[in-house]
């Protein structure tokens, strides 16, 4: 068990750029969840995956943002035309079947700085 | 519309005395309720959690009470430790996969 990886930890982008985040989570978790955290407040729920199958979607989640899981593995999460809005932590986390919320675990985030 | 308020930032208190987060929510559809504690620059970490037909649940020093009809839980964390010293989050499930969390508390426990 090495934990939920999350790549790359930092990231700074122009404003209009496109940006891709990755996120390995446990091996063998077959639920990966996406949240965003902003400054002054709590990580708010952007998608999540059971396996390959993307199964619910915020409206956080933009058209600009696009989530993947092929094979139902890693994940990646891609901004397009980023603005200076988007700027946050995006955190993954991931549980295996029969746990639930009590199996969640988060990686240490991505911090996106759009200027 | 903000489901779940923390309305304290910050709280401080001495080492060996008693810590007391507090939570308020208005979805009475929630069936779950976890309190999570995140250390700068890492992911939160599950702390503890209480199920909505229950109004206490204990796990070592930590203990979360939940009074349903006021909408209301609490974090107890007795006693309080440097090391406890983090911002706490207040989250809530609704039979489904989404957390839905607070602002959070931001805890200092001095030495």
């Known amino acids: 068990d090495t934990g939920v990886s999350q790549d790359p930890r930092h990231k700074i982008t122009k404003r209009g750029q496109n940006v891709t985040f990755r996120c390995d989570p446990i091996?063998?978790?077959?639920?990966l969840y996406w949240y965003r955290q902003t400054l002054g407040q709590g990580p708010e729920f952007l998608t999540y995956?059971?396996?390959?199958?993307?199964?619910?979607k915020s409206r956080l989640l933009s058209d600009r943002f696009s989530a993947e899981r092929p094979k139902g593995s890693f994940s990646t999460l891609e901004i397009q035309r980023t603005e200076q809005g988007d700027s946050a932590m995006y955190l993954c986390?991931?549980?295996?079947?029969?746990?639930?919320?009590?199996?969640?675990?988060f990686g240490s985030g991505t911090r996106l700085t759009v200027v | 519309d903000q489901q779940v308020k923390q309305n304290s930032p910050s709280l401080s208190v001495q080492e060996g005395r008693i810590s007391i987060l507090n939570c308020d929510y208005t979805?009475?559809?929630?069936?779950?309720f976890l309190w999570y504690k995140k250390y700068p620059a890492e992911g939160p970490t599950f702390l503890i959690s209480?199920?909505?037909?229950?109004d206490k649940n204990e796990d070592g020093r930590f203990t979360v009470f939940l009074n349903k009809s006021a909408k209301h839980l609490s974090l107890h964390i007795v006693p309080s430790q440097p090391g406890d010293s983090a911002v706490y989050f207040c989250?809530?499930?609704?039979?489904?996969?989404?957390?839905?969390f607070g602002k959070g508390t931001k805890l200092t426990v001095n030495p």
């Open positions: 986390a991931s549980s295996r079947p029969g746990t639930g919320f009590y199996g969640y675990t």
């Open positions: 091996s063998e978790h077959n639920r």
């Open positions: 995956f059971q396996n390959e199958a993307q199964l619910e």
């Open positions: 979805n009475s559809m929630f069936d779950y």
């Open positions: 209480i199920s909505s037909i229950k």
């Open positions: 989250a809530a499930i609704a039979g489904s996969e989404k957390l839905v």
